[in-house]
């Protein structure tokens, strides 16, 4: 009579890699039946990192300085210079605001498109240190990879000289 052995794991497995339902066995073998009762389930704190959803959409611009007051005070108008930008906080997030034309503001996330990095005011531009992605400041557009969509556009408002989030 012939020596019959009990197959091992990585025999069943092999083989089951080898036949149609291999993908299928190899990741059933893998897989636990069931959750462990002692694992909490996790959900997103305030800290996790999210990353927004990114549209092709130009940035909302401001209409000029006699709008009312419409949301969360960002900054004073006077604090980002024509052409140039600001690093600012609203609701507890960084954002960026630009002013390309005298009362014209604009917004964006400061959140990187490549991999989430905080993105930096530099004038003219946006910059991500992590690994050199810039943006134009006035429309949030990339001027240099890696990343390869803009930023995330934010609508503001300009009231009296304030900087505020449009609703």
């Known amino acids: 009579m012939a020596d019959v052995t009990e197959p091992t794991r990585r025999t069943i497995l092999t083989l089951g890699a080898t036949g149609a339902f291999g993908g299928a066995l190899v990741l059933a073998g893998c897989a636990p039946s069931s959750p462990p009762a002692s694992s909490p389930s996790v959900a997103p704190s305030a800290s996790t ?44 997030e960084r954002v960026l605001l630009a002013q390309p034309t005298a009362g014209a503001v604009v917004c964006f996330s400061a959140i990187c498109t490549h991999q989430g990095c905080p993105v930096n005011a530099a004038g003219a531009e946006f910059d991500c240190p992590c690994h050199g992605s810039r943006f134009d400041a006035a429309t949030g557009e990339v001027i240099h990879g890696p990343a390869i969509d803009p930023l995330t556009p934010i609508a503001v408002a300009v009231s009296g000289d304030r900087i505020v989030a449009a609703s």
């Not at 611009?61 to 604090?79: F, N, Q, Y």
């Open 49 to 92: 990192p999210t990353t927004p959803e990114v549209t092709n959409e130009p940035p909302a611009e401001s209409t000029g300085p006699d709008e009312p007051a419409t949301g969360a005070d960002i900054a004073a108008l006077a604090d980002v210079p024509v052409g140039g930008s600001l690093a600012a906080t609203l609701d507890g």
